[in-house]
């Protein structure tokens, strides 16, 4: 499963929620869409292992709203909250040759572009920034490294039989 959204607050009387988008430029769910909503800070009332729903309706804009079949009112709503929305990575459309969705590189290694052989650490996850995504990079001594995740930085992202062969070339720290 993969990690969509959340969501903290509903809007309106009819129980859709304001979903807040890990990646604000995908469209991954739409109407139909089988997604399974967890528990967010083990509060409202969904189960620990969370519980299916059928998206009914999601508008895209610069809020994204949506609703689910089964949710019919506010109160509904506010009982669940708050939530992560996940996917099953099975879900997803396929992407052109040079493309990758980002969480199938969450995991890897990273190695080091100018040295051969020098595994710097293992892709932790991403986050939006308003020029590119960022990796978040966990060094082999446990500090963190956030890299714009740009062919400059990045420049070997390879599928294997076996996962990805990543390598990035380190910014010099100042």
């Known amino acids: 499963m993969v990690v969509l959204g959340f969501c903290q607050s509903v809007h309106g009387l009819k129980g859709a929620f304001k979903l807040n988008l890990e990646n604000l430029e995908g469209r991954t769910i739409g109407k139909g869409s089988k997604v399974r909503l967890f528990s967010r800070n083990g509060k409202g009332q969904l189960p620990q292992d969370g519980k299916e729903f059928i998206v009914s309706n999601i508008v ?49 290694d990273v190695w080091d572009h100018e040295k051969e052989g020098i595994c710097v650490g293992e892709i932790k996850g991403f986050y939006d920034h308003p020029g590119q995504s960022v990796a978040v990079v966990e060094t082999k001594e446990k500090t963190l490294l956030e890299i714009p995740f740009v062919n400059a930085f990045f420049p070997v992202v390879e599928k294997l039989e076996a996962g990805y062969r990543i390598e990035v070339i380190k910014p010099e720290v100042i």
């Open 60 to 108: 895209y804009g610069h809020k994204v709203m949506i609703s689910f079949e089964g949710i019919e009112d506010r109160t509904s709503a506010e009982r669940i909250l708050p939530f992560d929305l996940k996917v099953s990575r099975e879900s997803f459309p396929p992407l052109p040759e040079d493309e990758v969705y980002l969480a199938d590189l969450e995991g890897q």
